[in-house]
């Protein structure tokens, strides 16, 4: 059976940082990209930020709203993928959903892009 297990989430006061997990089984990920998500209430999921595999050069790509406080990594090894998350503000509050897909380039921004999904953990920044 094929999971994502995100962890990390929680409470943290504006500008501060959190870093969420994402582990995988039951597959090898370390060809796939990975993707981060996010859902807020009443609003529909969007992109955060993808990480290609290390084959096709781990590229990174990111949401605007998040680029230069936000850093997606992973390991191979371990079958994770992080989200390092800084100077955090209320504007980033929502659930955080990994994913995974073996598709690459521009549609890794997608959801539907995506073949996998964690069940996602909720990130609440409060001002």
């Known amino acids: 059976q094929v999971q994502l297990v995100e962890s990390g989430g929680g409470l943290v006061q504006a500008g501060g940082s959190l870093r969420l997990s994402c582990a995988g089984s039951?597959?090898?990920?370390?060809?796939?990209?990975m993707g981060w998500f996010r859902q807020a209430p009443g609003k529909e999921r969007e992109f955060v930020a993808a990480i290609t595999s290390t084959w096709l050069a781990g590229n990174t790509y990111y949401a605007d709203s998040v680029e230069g406080r936000f850093t997606i990594s992973r390991d191979n090894a371990k079958n994770t993928v992080y989200l390092q998350m800084n100077s955090l503000n209320a504007e980033d509050t929502a659930v955080y959903y990994c994913?995974?897909?073996?598709?690459?380039?521009?549609?890794?921004?997608?959801?539907?892009?995506?073949?996998?999904w964690g069940q996602g953990t909720q990130v609440t920044v409060s001002s």
């Open positions: 994913a995974a897909t073996p598709s690459s380039g521009a549609r890794v921004i997608t959801t539907t892009t995506y073949n996998y």
């Open positions: 039951g597959r090898i990920f370390s060809r796939d990209t």
